[in-house]
């Protein structure tokens, strides 16, 4: 392959740079497409033979016949995904070919329909040609992918194709007209926060949600979302006369704190402590924090450092001592139940607690779909299969979809999706809160897009998760970053609006841009559709 790129090089001429994207490359030989033709059956034959050694790697996990040629597709797209494509890319623009850019659901036709082009275009006589792929194999991965999204979701929608998923607040199970609101608006999957209220009440419900598809005959299915490892802060003891933290203010974060003292109101009696002090729900972590582990509290809102891991406070208190390292210039206040994030720490954590095993009992009766958090490696994957086998009785399990929250999520995608696809339907959602403060906003925005491709190459649904149309939902007005992200949002197959006063609204905003992006935009591929403003 190296080779071959090299020597479409060696022919490129002195001609002036093309852009291609934020790259540069000289012009090929445009003029010899044989050099051409000779580096994409080199990398149509790597491509193969790679693609093949990981499929069969994989082969006897997989109990589904239709997920095979989904999981060879993918093996073959990762193959693929190995090498620099650019040059070849740009030596294929200008003889009207196929630049590989919207490969992902069909890798082997793609190629294979350019090269067989390439050799009619060579002059190659007809019996040495490569038989070019049939039409139906070229649009199988579109297929599948529908196929797959119905299967999680249900029967493809009349006027929409993605998706929408609606938190339901806890209000859901009182108010039966706001379920019903929320379904005729546009809602196609209702889901259930596990972390928040009780068994009667999400039993409440999943009853108005089972009842408004009934009233308004639109399917809606049910996802409750359990809640993983809540690795939050503890009660917060702040020094006197102070009430927010600044950058260079220190923080203890030790495994517990004395009990507050009270006044008789009620009131927590301030204590003359030195600096801001809370602990960490899960202790156990604080262990495998080291000096410059990173700290972060309230979805990055403070960020710390840790500078002394066996400190020991005036007050007796033993923990670690962290320094701010960023927070708001008026100063971010340190409050109890804030997530902790600690980027660059792997965590060891089981993603199922003592509470989401309970949980399950009531999931895996009543859920049409399991969320679940803190997804890492192939191992919890099967850890939850097991336990919702273990309460099966004999109607279909709930379907599963994987949150993708840490680095080390990321890089074991392909085998998170082997793992659950290769069973039963499963579905990522991209958790872009938590992944956000764990690889940071910059780099979040390429993996958001390359976890949309890989998940394409595996024909596998996706859910693009948090902050959509934040603004709307919570005060009745969006922004405009809020609809460039709405319009982004599109290609995936599901999009999740999370709960507050004004959802309804968000619910009919949301389903206008994606049903308008829908006639401009499917997956990667721009689609032409008449411009009518000129």
Same mark, same amino acid.
């Given at each position: 392959m190296e080779q071959a790129v090299g020597e479409l090089h060696r022919l490129s001429t002195q001609e002036p740079l093309i852009m291609v994207g934020l790259a540069s490359v000289k012009p090929l030989n445009l003029s010899s497409p044989q050099v051409l033709l000779s580096a994409l059956q080199t990398l149509h034959l790597t491509v193969k033979r790679e693609g093949e050694a990981t499929f069969n790697l994989w082969k006897p996990q997989i109990q589904r016949p239709e997920f095979l040629s989904s999981a060879l597709n993918l093996a073959q797209y990762l193959a693929l995904r190995r090498h620099d494509l650019r040059d070849i890319q740009a030596a294929l623009m200008p003889w009207g070919l196929s630049s590989l850019g919207r490969i992902e659901a069909r890798v082997m036709p793609n190629l294979e329909a350019v090269i067989a082009t390439l050799e009619v275009i060579c002059g190659k006589d007809s019996a040495e040609q490569n038989s070019r792929p049939p039409i139906e194999s070229f649009f199988e991965g579109n297929r599948l992918l529908q196929q797959q999204t119905e299967a999680l979701f249900g029967p493809t929608l009349t006027h929409r194709q993605v998706r929408i998923m609606v938190t339901l607040p806890t209000e859901a199970a009182a108010d039966y007209a706001l379920v019903l609101e929320i379904i005729r608006r546009g809602a196609n999957c209702a889901r259930i926060n596990c972390a928040h209220d009780t068994p009667e009440l999400w039993q409440k419900m999943i009853d108005h949600v089972r009842r408004a598809e009934q009233e308004t005959g639109t399917p809606c299915k049910v996802m409750m979302d359990i809640a993983g490892p809540k690795i939050r802060t503890g009660a917060v003891l702040a020094p006197p006369d102070k009430k927010r933290v600044f950058q260079g203010d220190h923080i203890v974060l030790s495994r517990c704190l004395p009990e507050l003292e009270r006044n008789a109101s009620g009131e927590v009696i301030p204590s003359p402590v030195e600096n801001f002090q809370t602990c960490c729900t899960i202790p156990e972590i604080l262990d495998l924090l080291a000096v410059d582990s990173l700290v972060y509290i309230d979805d990055g809102k403070i960020t710390t450092r840790v500078v002394n891991t066996q400190y020991s406070s005036p007050d007796g208190q033993l923990g670690l001592l962290l320094e701010v390292t960023h927070a708001s210039p008026k100063g971010g206040k340190l409050r109890s139940e804030k997530g902790l994030n600690f980027p660059g720490?792997?965590?060891?954590?089981?993603?199922?607690?003592?509470? &989401?095993?309970?949980?399950?009992?009531?999931?895996?009766?009543?859920?049409?779909? =399991?969320?679940?958090?803190?997804?890492? %490696? *192939?191992? &919890?994957?099967?850890?939850?299969?097991?336990?919702?086998?273990?309460?099966?009785?004999?109607?279909?399990?709930?379907?599963?979809?994987?949150?993708?929250?840490? *680095?080390?999520?990321? !890089?074991?995608? *392909?085998?998170?999706?082997?793992?659950?696809? !290769?069973?039963?339907?499963?579905?990522?959602?991209?958790?872009? !809160?938590?992944?956000?403060?764990?690889?940071?906003?910059?780099? $979040?925005?390429?993996?958001?897009?390359?976890? $949309?491709?890989?998940?394409?190459?595996?024909?596998?649904?996706?859910?693009?998760?948090?902050? =959509? $149309?934040?603004?709307? =939902?919570?005060? !009745?007005?969006?922004?405009?970053?809020?609809?460039?992200?709405?319009?982004?949002?599109? %290609?995936?197959?599901?999009?999740?609006?999370?709960?507050?006063?004004?959802?309804?609204?968000?619910?009919?905003?949301? &389903?206008?841009?994606?049903? %308008?992006?829908?006639?401009?935009?499917?997956?990667?591929? *721009?689609?032409?559709?008449?411009?009518?403003?000129?």
């Open positions: 720490t792997v965590l060891s954590l089981s993603p199922l607690t003592e509470k &989401d095993l309970s949980d399950l009992d009531f999931v895996a009766a009543h859920a049409d779909i =399991v969320g679940y958090s803190f997804v890492q %490696r *192939p191992a &919890d994957i099967e850890l939850l299969q097991q336990e919702l086998k273990r309460r099966s009785t004999g109607s279909p399990s709930p379907t599963i979809v994987a949150k993708i929250e840490t *680095p080390i999520a990321v !890089g074991n995608l *392909p085998e998170l999706i082997l793992s659950a696809a !290769g069973q039963h339907p499963f579905g990522i959602m991209i958790a872009r !809160g938590d992944l956000a403060v764990e690889i940071g906003y910059q780099r $979040l925005t390429e993996i958001q897009e390359e976890i $949309l491709w890989i998940c394409e190459a595996a024909h596998i649904p996706v859910i693009w998760a948090t902050q =959509v $149309l934040e603004s709307l =939902v919570k005060n !009745g007005v969006s922004s405009r970053s809020e609809m460039t992200d709405a319009a982004m949002s599109e %290609r995936a197959e599901c999009v999740m609006l999370n709960k507050g006063p004004f959802i309804a609204e968000a619910i009919t905003s949301l &389903d206008d841009v994606l049903t %308008r992006m829908e006639a401009h935009q499917l997956k990667k591929t *721009p689609q032409l559709r008449a411009l009518h403003s000129w």
